[in-house]
């Protein structure tokens, strides 16, 4: 059975960091593509970030380019999001998925992140 | 950018009847189209992949149809289990923009 579990998510200030880390179990976690993908309260989903099966390639959505980087550690099956220089508006639940053909698979429960003084 | 647009922003069903729930796209995605299912508290569900073919161990009363722009989610007989919020995933464009994703339609018990 495909699991992933994120953690990591705390109440942190505006502009400080936070590292989210997502363990990936049942499934060949070094075959897929990983994502991604928040939901700030009370609105709808938003991509944030991918990253390919070897980590050879990495994207960000604009709103996170700069300050959010994504990575992987393939010998552990994990996946992990360094966020830094965080906003307000930061602030959400944030999930880790993975890709299959470009649509997402499979999803973790979350984890949140709130960001406020 | 491609826009993705659902309608309505809730839908109120009563058990037992179909529920129909569309997704409009700002130009063409081709069948590039995926719906999720997602309840409060737990993760997302992938229902359908391009626009029409059911995830493994999803309900046949779960249906997809269209390509271009136009596609819409249909449940046929609803169950208790079938209320929540349903979106709509584009996936033409890649890699993905911030909002790949519909904004979401609410499906509620009558």
Redesign the interface.
Known sequence: EVQLVESGGVLVQPGGSLRLSCAASGFSFDDYTMHWVRQPPGKGLEWVSLITWDGGSTYSADSVKGRFTISRDNSKNYLYLQMNSLRIEDTALYYCATERSKYFQHWGQGTLVTVSS | EIVLTQSPATLSVSPGDRATLSCRASQSVSS?L?W?Q?KP??????LI?GASAR?TGIPARFSGSGSGTEFTLTISSLQSEDFAVY?C?Q?ND???????????TKLEIK
Not at chain 2, 41 to 46: C, E, K, M, N, S
Not at chain 2, 94 to 104: E, L, N, S
């Open positions: 590039n995926a999720y997602h508290g737990q993760a997302p569900r992938l992949y995830a979106y995933q996936y890649w890699p993905p923009g911030m909002y790949p994703f519909g904004q979401g």
